[in-house]
């Protein structure tokens, strides 16, 4: 599944053209980051993206903490990005690499079956989350 890396590197730069993506077990990372997301559980280490520049800051305001705008900042150019993707060439991609995402799925327990309905319930999370 390692030689995937380069592959979908590629791809993906074409897509959104920067370097979001960690170098090594894309696929693995990501099935193991969606995996837990789809269960509500989100779980940094597994990211298959790079830890975003700078601190998390928060500020404290007549006794309440806040996020402290730079720390939203820090997400920008991952927002450009979700923003920059063609969904066709993605969809395309993810078509091409199901049977990685399987295998990759498999190997952290799941029986014999599909990736694509753990995905999907990642995906359905996302959109239900309320602004």
Same mark, same amino acid.
């Given at each position: ?65 806040? #996020? ?22 993605? #969809? ?34 996302? #959109?239900?989350?309320?602004?």
């Amino acid at each position: 599944m390692h030689e995937s890396d380069p592959y979908f590197l590629n791809q993906i730069k074409q897509s959104i053209g920067n370097d979001l993506f960690v170098s090594l077990d894309i696929i693995r990372k990501m099935v193991v980051f969606i995996d837990n997301f789809s269960r509500g559980e989100l779980l940094r280490k597994f990211s298959p993206l790079v830890k975003p520049i700078g601190k998390f800051e928060v500020y404290e305001h007549q006794g309440a903490l806040y #996020i402290n705008s730079k720390s939203y900042q820090r997400y920008n150019s991952y927002a450009h990005s979700v923003d920059a993707i063609d969904v066709e060439k993605f #969809i395309d991609l993810y078509i091409q690499l199901t049977p990685l995402f399987d295998k990759a799925y498999q190997e952290i327990g799941y029986p014999a079956g599909s990736f694509t309905q753990t995905f999907d319930k990642a995906i359905e999370l996302i #959109i239900n989350t309320p602004i």
